[in-house]
């Protein structure tokens, strides 16, 4: 397959990279820093570009549509945490940037290629990364927690608007993983993010191969042909049972199981009337 990979310079983008590579797919890289010479691999290009400005997502996307024409997947795993502390003590311009950050960058870069996906003699995949703060409330990180779900309703969105398209797009929650995230949440300290967090992060193991392996393993299996039909979706790597979705397609998609959702009190056996 040919993929573009945002954020593949470090953490779980850059083990992606580097196991796609591996896999024999061909990998365009997309960050913020310059990777020229970072991977030793015929198959891996990349560009340096800040995914949150349209303007240099476009210029690479043309790039990528002179050399390849068309492409099989976008994954889009560039992230950062932004502003962190308490919602009314951290800077508003900076909270404004990191919801363009997470949420506009991962939506840029699948507006920009768009068209090379839907060229894609197979079904197209695009797959973006929830994180902490997506399904419960996230104190101290009020910016990263609204970015990351506002993504798995784009997610859910662009799967309703693409349902007669051959293109299927999910989201993972990669879970706990030791990455330059972490190590911020710690240099910060509890001070600014939290005593609760701060302890998480400390627990967390500096060995993340584990984890790492069980993210890579879900991405295969959604960039694979077993996941056809599968959309719209916020699956956790750790935790969901999705090694068997494609046997249960049809009534995963009937329902509203893997999504955002309104609780009703009466789904609780409660009665407010």
Request: net charge neutral.
């Amino acid at each position: 397959m040919k993929i573009v990979l945002s954020g593949s310079s470090s953490g779980i983008g850059r083990f992606l990279a580097e196991r796609l590579l591996f896999q024999g797919h061909h990998v365009w890289g997309i960050a913020r820093s310059d990777q020229s010479g970072s991977i030793a691999s015929a198959n891996f290009r990349s560009s340096r570009c800040d995914v949150s400005d349209w303007d240099q997502v476009t210029n690479v996307a043309a790039a990528i549509e002179s050399t390849w024409g068309k492409i099989d997947a976008i994954i889009a795993a560039a992230g950062v945490q932004g502003a962190i502390g308490p919602a009314m003590n951290v800077n508003p311009k900076e909270w404004a940037q990191t919801i363009h950050a997470n949420l506009s960058g991962s939506f840029f870069l699948i507006r920009a290629l768009f068209k090379q996906l839907s060229s894609s003699q197979n079904r197209a995949k695009v797959i973006c990364f929830s994180g902490g703060g997506s399904t419960a409330p996230r104190a101290n990180f009020s910016a990263y927690g609204a970015a990351k779900t506002a993504l798995v309703r784009l997610v859910e969105t662009l799967a309703a608007e693409w349902s007669a398209d051959a293109v299927d797009i999910n989201a993972v929650a990669p879970g706990a993983i030791y990455t330059r995230l972490t190590e911020e949440v710690l240099r910060l300290g509890p001070s600014v993010v939290g005593e609760q967090e701060y302890q998480a992060a400390l627990r967390q193991t500096r060995d993340a191969n584990v984890a790492l392996e069980k993210v890579g393993d879900l991405i295969d299996f959604l960039l694979s042909s077993r996941s056809d039909g599968v959309t719209g979706r916020l699956l956790s790597a750790p935790w969901d049972p999705w090694k068997n979705l494609s046997l249960h397609q049809q009534s995963l998609m009937h329902s509203d199981v893997y999504t955002l959702r309104r609780i009703l009190p009466q789904e609780r056996n409660l009665n407010f009337e």
